[in-house]
């Protein structure tokens, strides 16, 4: 089976630090794609960003970036220059690519609450 | 602006009451799901559809029921409520092709007393 684990419960930063979250997952696949979602205090979750397993190359996106390690199994997210808007909790995700009889599920983890402090 | 919207927000319903949650996407996605989110135990997918009238179980699909009759629209069915089916609901959808996320709604926090 397919699982994705985020070891942390709860974090916290202080405003303009840098803070990482974890994940890992568990998979046979060797085609799949990588999400973190941002669900704040509003309740709506957010797409933060997105990796293809196939590119080696870290997702970045402004203050955003991952840790992509494909035999580790690890994808975790970095937040730069932390702001107070960042409070929420993060979900990382794993979608297998089509083909393997997914028709499109993403598996998520437990997620992470991250708490910036002024 | 593209939207999945749940017609409720805040829901209070009696045990055994049949309950009724509606989720409805402007964005013309193939695929609808249904999630329910409680605290230690992430988001754990209930139900999902790939086109109109299709449906597939998902990892908790007992006491839970869904029709999709349009395909905007995907809705969930409590037959009979119970007090461990107080959660909160996350419908969210995407396109069938590899590699999108999904698009949210805003939720639905049920309560069942």
């Known amino acids: 089976a397919q699982t994705v684990t985020q070891s942390q419960p709860e974090m916290s930063v202080q405003e303009a630090e840098t803070v990482t979250l974890s994940c890992t997952y568990d998979t046979s696949e060797n085609n799949y794609y990588l999400f973190w979602y941002k669900q704040p205090p509003s309740r709506q979750m957010i797409l933060v960003i997105r990796?293809?397993?196939?590119?080696?190359q870290n997702a970045t996106e402004n203050r955003f970036s991952v840790n992509f390690q494909k035999a580790a199994k690890s994808f975790s997210l970095k937040i730069s220059d932390s702001q107070l808007g960042d409070t929420a909790m993060y979900f990382c995700?794993?979608?297998?690519?089509?083909?393997?009889?997914?028709?499109?599920?993403?598996?998520f983890g437990q997620g992470t609450t991250l708490q910036v402090k002024p | 602006d593209v939207k999945v919207t749940q017609s409720s927000r805040y829901l209070v319903k009696r045990t055994g009451e049949k309950v009724f949650l509606e989720c409805v996407q402007d964005m013309d996605h193939e695929n609808m799901f249904w999630y329910r989110q409680d605290p230690g135990l992430g988001l754990r997918l209930i139900y999902f559809s790939y086109d109109v009238k299709m449906k597939e179980k998902g990892d908790i699909p007992e006491g839970y029921s869904v029709s999709r009759e349009k395909k905007e629209r995907f809705s969930l069915i409590l037959e009979s409520a119970s007090t461990n089916q107080t959660s909160m609901y996350l419908c969210?959808?995407?396109?069938?092709?590899?590699?999108?996320?999904?698009?949210f709604g805003s939720g639905t926090r049920l309560t069942v007393v």
């Open positions: 969210a959808s995407s396109l069938l092709v590899q590699g999108n996320g999904y698009t």
């Open positions: 990796q293809e397993a196939y590119k080696q």
């Open positions: 995700a794993f979608r297998p690519a089509s083909g393997s009889g997914n028709t499109g599920k993403l598996i």
